[in-house]
């Protein structure tokens, strides 16, 4: 397996994200995602990534059980400050408030059944607490050991040189794909001018990009992607128009579209580390297959033609959940 670095943490080359075990898409089965995770590892796998509102609370109590005899084989993120209305699970907010950061990652801890995270993103930037403030309360976890490094996520690059400046920031995570390149906008040069890692998640776009969707009525009705603006009317049919072209590149490259569009991703460069997130052993041999393909100039010339920045249709996100990235 191929090794990347975030800044000072080693990692494999591509990570896993291991959300969809536990919340968003739908049923699950503990023993495939128990066996996908043993499979990842066997692999060479060792960074993986989680977050407290996944579940909530069920992901990272997941990867406790498994982790279990292999902390030290493992990199291992989770992500806090999305916080749940006890009265109305429905509604999110956001908390970076320097006590909060404190109770969450005792949360974590117990849950991953760890004495140590070794990156400890924010999840979203609360705009209500200065962001000197929030790392400042992460720093002081740092010193206590109980975080190895810190991390953003969705943040805009000035918030980012304001973090850093209290206290090195490893890795930046935010969506970037085919279909998403708003990182190209501002944040990857940032993180790059400030030795900062890029940690891509959803790479694959939620799936979109691997051919595999069709139609709306292939996502089931409790999978949060039938509320996803990029999946519903108009926007489907021209991002699946968008996808068509991105198989039929993977077809002369003898590779699927999934490895296609990893391979995209892992050529943006060194300092670039995706977390796709698959339940399944099948798609986690798939996505692993992505670094055996080479992509030469012409390649990438050819799928920046074919899926050029901001041709995907819709927002990724709803519109309250929009209002919460690039702060």
């Known amino acids: ?66 982790l279990r005899g292999k902390r030290e084989q493992v990199v291992l993120a989770t992500k806090f400050g999305i916080v749940f209305d006890p009265a109305n699970p429905m509604q999110r907010g956001i908390n970076g408030r320097p006590e909060y950061v404190r109770q969450a990652i005792e949360g974590s801890l117990t849950r991953l059944g760890t004495e140590y995270v070794d990156l400890y993103y924010l999840h979203r930037v609360d705009p209500d607490t200065p962001i000197e403030d929030t790392v400042g309360a992460m720093a002081e976890l740092v010193k206590e050991g109980k975080v190895r490094a810190i991390g953003l996520s969705e943040v805009s690059p000035d918030t980012l040189r304001r973090a850093n400046a209290v206290h090195p920031v490893t890795a930046v995570q935010s969506e970037y794909s085919l279909w998403t390149r708003d990182p190209e906008e501002g944040i990857l040069a940032a993180c790059r001018d400030l030795g900062v890692g890029f940690v891509p998640y959803s790479p694959l776009g939620r799936g979109f990009l691997t051919g595999q969707i069709r139609s709306p009525d292939d996502i089931a009705d409790d999978d949060f992607r039938k509320h996803n603006p990029r999946f519903q009317g108009q926007h489907f049919q021209k991002n699946l128009d968008l996808v068509r072209e991105v198989q039929a590149i993977a077809a002369e490259k003898g590779c699927t579209a999934s490895q296609l569009a990893l391979a995209w991703v892992l050529a943006q460069g060194d300092d670039v580390v995706p977390i796709p997130g698959t339940r399944r052993v099948k798609y986690l041999e798939e996505n692993l297959g992505a670094l055996e393909v080479h992509l030469t100039e012409v390649d990438l010339a050819r799928m920046d033609a074919a899926f050029p920045r901001g041709a995907a249709a819709g927002d990724r996100y709803p519109s309250s959940a929009m209002a919460s990235l690039n702060r």
């Open 1 to 66: 397996m191929p090794q990347r670095r975030l800044r000072n943490l080693t990692v494999s080359a591509l990570g896993l994200g291991c959300m969809g075990m536990s919340a968003f898409y739908g049923a699950t089965d503990e023993t495939e995602n128990m066996a996908t995770l043993d499979r990842a590892l066997e692999r060479g796998v060792t960074f993986y990534d989680t977050a407290d509102m996944y579940g909530p609370h069920l992901n990272e109590e997941l990867l406790g059980r498994w």
